[in-house]
C-alpha cells in the first residue's frame, strides 16, 4: 500500500548533477520507493543570474541515466514565486515577520554596530510602527524569536540546538518581490507535501531558520536527516582538483549507472559488511539510521571494483550496446561483423575491463588489420626456429576444428601441439603472437573463439608464410 513519505530532490541548476547531489538524490529516492512513497523533483532557480537552462538538462538526464525516477513534472522554483511573496505578507499578518524600510547603507552601518557590541543585528523596524513608514520600497524580515533556543531533531546527527540569539531577522521577500532561499524551501516543501528532508549537512544551519518559519506559520516540519558531505581522497571537501565531479564524467569514463549507484550508497551508507547491493536489496534496506555521521571519502579504485561485479553481471547483447560507443570513441568503426565478433568476446572483455572505457584496449587485439604487424616480442616469438611451420601445422589443425565455445579450442590446440610431438608451451607464444601481436588478450581459447574461424586461420596462415 502506497505511504504518506514523500522526498524531494532540489538542486541548483548553475551547472553539471554534483556526484554528490547524485548521492542526496539515490537516498531521498529510495527512502521513499522503499517505502511506497514519491519522489519529487523541485529544481531551485530563483538566482536567474546563475539560472543555466542547459544545466537543468543535465541534470535530468544525470538522474534519468542513474535510474532515479520522480512522480510529477518538475517544479521549477522561480515560477512559485508570488505563492512565496503571498506567504511572507501571511507572516506579517501573523506578527512573524515585519516589513523593514531601511537603506543599504543604514543595514551596513547597523550590522557593524552589532558587530562592536557582540549583539545581533536587529532592524529598527521590528517594532516600529506601520503608520510612521516612509514611502520607498521596503523589504520583509522574519521575525526571530530573541530569547531561548531552537532545537532540531535530525535523524542523522541526532538533536542539535541552535542558540536564538545567533539567528538574526533574515530577510524573507526582497524589494523586488524575490523571495530568498529559506522561504522558498518551506514553502515549496509544505505545498509539495515534503514529510522528509534528507540533504547535505551544509543545510544544517539553515534547518534552524526553516523550522522557526514552519512554527510561526503553524506548519508541521518534516523530518530532517542531514548527510556529511563527500570529500576527496586527501580529507578534503571535494573539489574540481580531485578530479570528476559530474555525474556525466562518470557517464563517460564508462562506470555504469548500477556500478555508481552502489558505490554511492556504500558512500556514507551501511549494511553491515555487505559491498554488493542491487537495487532491490537497496530499497529493501536503506534507512536514514544507516547514515554516517563522519564524512565519506571519494575512493576511484573502490568504485572501479564495484563498477567491475557489474561489469561482469552484463548480458552479451547489453555489453556490445554500450562498448561500441567506447570503440567509436577510439577511432574504431563497428560493423554488423564486429558485432558479432564483440558479442563472442563479451564474457572474456567483461572480466578484464572494469570500466567500459577500457573494453577497447582489452578488446585491441579483435580489430587488428591483416596482416598484423609484429613487432618486439611477438616478432620474436614468430622468429625462432621452427615457429613459423608450427603455427602452420595449427592452423592446418585447427581448419577442422570446432569453433563453437573456448575449451574445445583449447582441447584442439593440445591437440595440435600432440600431433606436431611438441609441448603446447613450445607452440602457445608463437600462436599467441600470430593471433594477437603482441596485444593484451585473453586465453587463446578464448581469442579464437572470439575471432571466428576465418579470422583465425587467416592470422595464423599470415604468420606462416
Known amino acids: 500500500m502506497p505511504s504518506n513519505v514523500v522526498t524531494r530532490f532540489a538542486p541548483s541548476p548553475t551547472g553539471f548533477l554534483h556526484i554528490g547531489g547524485a548521492r542526496t538524490a539515490l537516498f531521498n529516492w529510495l527512502y521513499a520507493r522503499g517505502r511506497g512513497g514519491r519522489f519529487l523533483l ?73 558587530i562592536r557590541e557582540k549583539r ?26 530573541r530569547e531561548g533556543q531552537t532545537l532540531v531533531r535530525d535523524a542523522v546527527q541526532g538533536d542539535v540546538t541552535f542558540p536564538n540569539s545567533a539567528l538574526d531577522d ?37 534547518a534552524a531558520r526553516q523550522q ?20 576527496g581522497p586527501d580529507g578534503a571537501k571535494l573539489s574540481k582538483r580531485h578530479g570528476a565531479l559530474g555525474v556525466e564524467a562518470y557517464r563517460d569514463l564508462g562506470f ?10 556504500r558512500l556514507g551508507w551501511s549494511h553491515g559488511d555487505d559491498e554488493i547491493i542491487p537495487r532491490d536489496r537497496a530499497l529493501e534496506w536503506f534507512d536514514v539510521a544507516g547514515i554516517n555521521k563522519a564524512p565519506s571519502r571519494l575512493d576511484l579504485a573502490k568504485l572501479e571494483s564495484i563498477n567491475a561485479h557489474y561489469m561482469k553481471a552484463l548480458s552479451a547483447e547489453r555489453f556490445v550496446d554500450l562498448a561500441v560507443p567506447f570503440f567509436e570513441k577510439a577511432g574504431v568503426s563497428i560493423d554488423a561483423a564486429m558485432r558479432d565478433t564483440l558479442r563472442r568476446a563479451a564474457p572474456s572483455l567483461k572480466e578484464r575491463a572494469t570500466t567500459l572505457e577500457k573494453v577497447p584496449g582489452a578488446g585491441a587485439f579483435l580489430f587488428l588489420k591483416r596482416p598484423l604487424d609484429l613487432s618486439g616480442k611477438a616478432a620474436r616469438a614468430i622468429e625462432k626456429d ?47 603472437a600470430a ?30 608464410r
Open 42 to 114: 523541485r529544481i531551485e532557480d530563483t538566482d536567474r543570474a546563475r539560472h543555466n537552462e542547459a544545466a537543468v538538462d543535465a541534470i535530468i538526464d544525470g538522474l534519468t541515466w542513474l535510474g532515479l525516477d520522480w512522480d510529477e513534472p518538475p517544479i521549477s522554483q522561480f515560477a512559485r514565486r508570488d505563492r512565496h511573496a503571498e506567504i511572507a505578507q501571511a507572516l506579517v499578518e501573523r506578527g512573524g515577520a515585519y516589513r523593514c524600510y531601511m537603506t543599504a547603507a543604514e543595514i551596513e552601518a547597523a550590522r557593524e554596530a552589532s
Open 120 to 145: 545581533r543585528f536587529e532592524s529598527p523596524w521590528r517594532e516600529a510602527d506601520a503608520a510612521s513608514a516612509p514611502d520607498r520600497p521596503y523589504t520583509i524580515r522574519f521575525k526571530a524569536p
Open 170 to 206: 533574515l530577510i524573507i521577500l526582497r524589494s523586488d518581490g524575490a523571495p530568498t532561499y529559506n522561504l522558498a524551501v518551506v514553502v515549496d516543501d509544505r505545498d509539495m507535501g515534503v514529510t522528509h528532508v534528507i540533504r547535505g549537512d551544509d543545510h544544517l544551519n539553515n
Open 212 to 231: 522557526q518559519i514552519y512554527e510561526a506559520m503553524g506548519w508541521p516540519t518534516p523530518s530532517f536527516s542531514h548527510v556529511p558531505l563527500i570529500h
Open 256 to 265: 555504469l549507472p548500477e556500478g555508481l549507484c552502489n558505490y554511492l550508497l
Open 386 to 432: 621452427g615457429a613459423r611451420a608450427l603455427v602452420g601445422a595449427v592452423a592446418r589443425s585447427l581448419d577442422q576444428a570446432d569453433f563453437a565455445s573456448p575449451p574445445a579450442l583449447e582441447e584442439a590446440l593440445k591437440a595440435a601441439a600432440a600431433a606436431a610431438r611438441v609441448d603446447f608451451g613450445a607452440i602457445g607464444p608463437a600462436v599467441r
Open 435 to 464: 593471433l594477437t601481436a603482441g596485444c593484451p588478450a585473453p586465453s587463446l581459447g578464448e581469442v579464437l573463439h572470439a575471432l571466428g574461424r576465418a579470422e583465425s586461420l587467416g592470422r595464423l596462415q599470415d604468420a606462416a
